[in-house]
């Protein structure tokens, strides 16, 4: 939250005969690459455009909104949306004196450890693999019903039906306390990104370059988690959420302020050493780039083959995505312990059609 000196964002244009991350398996010679003969494979040379950046500078928007705005340049457009810094557009806010409303509480000094574990370090050390998931239109709307039903957890002022993010990934927080077998009275946390732009009083513009991201947390019992239905999930993301007030974003700025080293709160410095935010076991992070121009981006050279996060390191880091055909379907890339992962996929699934055969009964 803490604005730097100077921003730095590194654009990256490599040319390569090698392979994308995630791999992209099978022939990738369609007519709409147009380059590629009868003989050509995933080997072909392409050309991978991309954006770097540090996170605590700007959030997912920046980036992506930057690539989608440098291709409608390349084709000769007119820019759509236009990039808003200003270093000033926190600092000149402040929390008015007396305010106790919205007062911030750090959540990443208090994540939970594994019961009977004083640190994270063996945590930190276990292997882990990527899987990427999809989830069908119907399925994602069956998670929802299954969110809504009876409503008996939302305590929220509007009553609303819970949304798509909040009904899957309450899903996904369930289904990893079930693949790691947590004990009931196991402690756990789940991270959730929350854009400031509209929350800000007054509104941030949509298109302000810088981080406007707040990340908050969900907390539960391991055994509530599991035995409760879906929906008491869904509501403790949404009390996280909601908890991201104007009040809320000021009173966290005035504690970065007073911090001499931000470098624990950068995910970039947990990889391989004690040091650093870690959200892996017993915890996890769900971000939503459902709402993000990442597909169709267009150079000129034709649709892209493959759209994502560059890299999934650490445990418990997922992303959500949205199908890149429009069809109301999403895609979980996920990042878990290698031990874990064969049954978090079977939790994945499973429950969502065992649900559905007890609901029958």
Known sequence: MKMAASYIIIVLLVFTAGTLMPMVKGDICTEDLGACDDGCNSRCTSAHPGA???CDLNNNTPPVVFISEWARLAKGEPIGVMPFLDRKAFQARTLPAGNTLGRYQSELDHVPLLLGQSDDIEERKKKTTVAMLKLTRHQVEKLKRMANEGNGYNHSGTKRAYTRYETVAGHIWRCASKARVHRNEQPTAMGVCVDLRSRMQPPLPQGYFGNATFYGVARSLAGDLVSKPLGYASSRIREAIEKVSNDYVLSAIDHFRNQPDLTRFQDLHALGIAEGAFH????????????????????????????????????????????????????????????????????FYEDIILHKLYSKL
Do not use: R
């Not at 267009?298 to 649709?303: A, E, Q, T, V």
């Open 52 to 54: 770097k950046a540090g």
């Open 280 to 347: 892996g076991n017993p915890c996890l992070e769900v971000v939503s780039w459902s709402t993000l121009p990442i597909y169709g981006l267009d150079f000129g050279w034709g649709k892209e083959i493959y759209m994502g996060s560059g890299t999934y390191d650490f445990d418990g880091e997922s992303f959500l995505l949205p199908s890149p055909y429009g069809d109301g379907s999403m895609v979980l890339t996920l990042c878990l312990q290698v031990a874990h992962m064969d049954a978090f996929k079977k939790h």
